[in-house]
T-cell receptor, first 113, second 115 residues
Framework: AQKVTQAQTEISVVEKEDVTLDCVYE???????LFWYKQPPSGELVFLIR??????QNEISGRYSWNFQKSTSSFNFTITASQVVDSAVYFC??????????FGQGTRLTINP | DAMVIQNPRYQVTQFGKPVTLSCSQT?????MYWYQQKSSQAPKLLFH???????NEADTPDNFQSRRPNTSFCFLDIRSPGLGDTAMYLC??????????????FGPGTRLTVL
C-alpha cells in the first residue's frame, strides 16, 4: 500500500523566515511520482511540482525549492524568505502505477507579518 | 486561459433534497475526477471518468452519482444529501489514460452545506 506522511500538522513563522515542510512516503513501486499542492483559504488545490522517482535532482523555482531523497523516502519543500501570501495548507501526494493519487494529511502554514 | 471551472462555488441545500454540482474544463483532458474534502482533511477520491468509462471507488456511497455527457462537462449528483455530506467538492482533470501519475489540475471547488 502507498502512504504519505506529513508529520507537521501546523507551522507558524514570521514573515521572511525560511520554512521547510516535511513529506515522507511509502511505496513498493519502483516507478512513482511525487507531487506538492498548495490550498489557500479560497479552497482551490494549486499544483506546484511533479517529480518522478528516477529524478533525484533538487528543484528550485523562485523562493520555492524541493529536496527529493530516495534513501530516506522524503520529498521536502522549502520556502525561502516566506511571505504572508504563502499562508495555506500544503499537501504532498504520491502516485504509482495505476493507483490513485494518495495525499498526505496536509500541513497548515501560517506566515505572520 | 485553459482551466477547470466549478459551479456553483457555494451551495446550501436541505437534508434529503437532491443537489447537482457542475464541473467544466477547457483543457481537453481525458480524465475527470471528483473528490470530497471535509474540514481539515485530505481530499478523498469519489470516482473518476476516463473518457466515458466510469470508475467508482469502492467506499463511495451509493448516494453519490456522476454523469459525463461530453469531454468538457462532468456532474456530481447527490441524491439525498445528509448532514455528513457537508464538505468541499473538488473536480480535477488529467491529460492521459488513467495513470494517476499524470498531473491532476483542480478547479476552485464547491462548498456544500447541508442543513
Amino acid at each position: 500500500a502507498q502512504k504519505v506522511t506529513q508529520a507537521q500538522t501546523e507551522i507558524s513563522v514570521v514573515e521572511k523566515e525560511d520554512v521547510t515542510l516535511d513529506c515522507v512516503y511509502e511505496t513498493r513501486d519502483t516507478t512513482y511520482y511525487l507531487f506538492w499542492y498548495k490550498q489557500p483559504p479560497s479552497g482551490e488545490l494549486v499544483f506546484l511540482i511533479r517529480r518522478n522517482s528516477f529524478d533525484e535532482q533538487n528543484e528550485i523555482s523562485g523562493r520555492y525549492s524541493w529536496n527529493f531523497q530516495k534513501s530516506t523516502s522524503s520529498f521536502n519543500f522549502t520556502i525561502t524568505a516566506s511571505q504572508v501570501v504563502d499562508s495555506a495548507v500544503y499537501f504532498c501526494a504520491l502516485s504509482g502505477g495505476a493507483q490513485k493519487l494518495v495525499f498526505g494529511q496536509g500541513t497548515r502554514l501560517t506566515i505572520n507579518p | 486561459d485553459a482551466m477547470v471551472i466549478q459551479n456553483p462555488r457555494y451551495q446550501v441545500t436541505q437534508f434529503g433534497k437532491p443537489v447537482t454540482l457542475s464541473c467544466s474544463q477547457t483543457l481537453n483532458h481525458n480524465v475527470m475526477y471528483w473528490y470530497q474534502q471535509k474540514s481539515s482533511q485530505a481530499p478523498k477520491l469519489l470516482f473518476h471518468y476516463y473518457d466515458k468509462d466510469f470508475n467508482n471507488e469502492a467506499d463511495t456511497p451509493d448516494n453519490f452519482q456522476s454523469r459525463r455527457p461530453n469531454t468538457s462537462f462532468c456532474f456530481l449528483d447527490i441524491r439525498s444529501p445528509g448532514l455528513g455530506d457537508t464538505a468541499m467538492y473538488l473536480c480535477a482533470t488529467s491529460r492521459g489514460g488513467f495513470t494517476s501519475t499524470d498531473t491532476q489540475y483542480f478547479g476552485p471547488g464547491t462548498r456544500l452545506t447541508v442543513l
